[in-house]
């Protein structure tokens, strides 16, 4: 399926974009091939997908929302309904990529739906990702790496330093400029 179809594809999952794209492309090119990865918030199963084609790692995929878990198993991705690494045991993979809800959102404007959670970031666009950082150490193996998309939105110098706060060295490896704003993929170690 191409990226418009899968657009079109479930209205409650999100579906993929220039994010996606950007974020698998990094997650490939950096990759060795026979790791164990996880990939967290999937949606469409679309990055999880292009990892697995892309490399000989055996990847996973996990989200909250059972739409997506439904939709990407559809498109043969292994796939756990799960809240960010909460089910995972310490140190079972190589890699972790996470395009997380990054979008700063004003509490008022905010609705209630499957949408919602996967593009809400709170007002700060780190509701998600400041969690994430101080939870997925934990799944990582010695020398493990994360790969996380990160928008100019949610500003991230203040992402790389909470990563360090959490003991992670951040590198940009990949990033793509857009009218409303810049999306970088961190490498973090």
């Keep these: 399926m191409t990226l418009e179809?899968?657009?079109?594809?479930e209205p409650d999952v999100y579906q993929p974009a220039e994010d996606s794209q950007l974020l698998a492309e990094a997650a490939c090119e950096r990759l060795a091939g026979n790791e164990t990865v996880l990939e967290v918030g999937t949606g469409?199963?679309?990055v999880a997908a292009r990892i697995a084609d892309g490399t000989d790692a055996r990847v996973v995929a996990s989200d909250l929302n059972p739409h997506a878990v439904r939709q990407a198993r559809?498109?043969?991705v292994e796939t756990v309904r799960a809240d960010l690494v909460s089910p995972f045991r310490d140190g079972t993979f190589d890699a972790v990529a996470f395009n997380p809800?990054?979008?700063?959102t004003d509490p008022e404007n905010e609705w209630d739906d499957w949408m919602e959670h996967a593009l809400s970031g709170g007002e700060d666009g780190r509701a998600v990702?400041?969690?994430?950082?101080e939870r997925v150490g934990r799944?990582?193996?010695p020398d493990g790496v994360v790969y996380l998309l990160v928008s100019s939105l949610t500003g991230v110098d203040g992402v790389v330093e909470e990563a360090g706060d959490h003991g992670f060295s951040a590198v940009a490896v990949a990033d793509e400029s857009f009218p409303f704003e810049t999306l970088t993929v961190l490498e973090l170690h």
């Design 74 to 76: 559809t498109e043969g």
């Design 44 to 46: 469409s199963g679309y």
């Design 5 to 9: 179809e899968r657009r079109d594809a």
């Design 129 to 133: 990702i400041d969690p994430f950082l």
């Design 101 to 104: 809800p990054y979008l700063p």
């Design 139 to 141: 799944v990582l193996a």
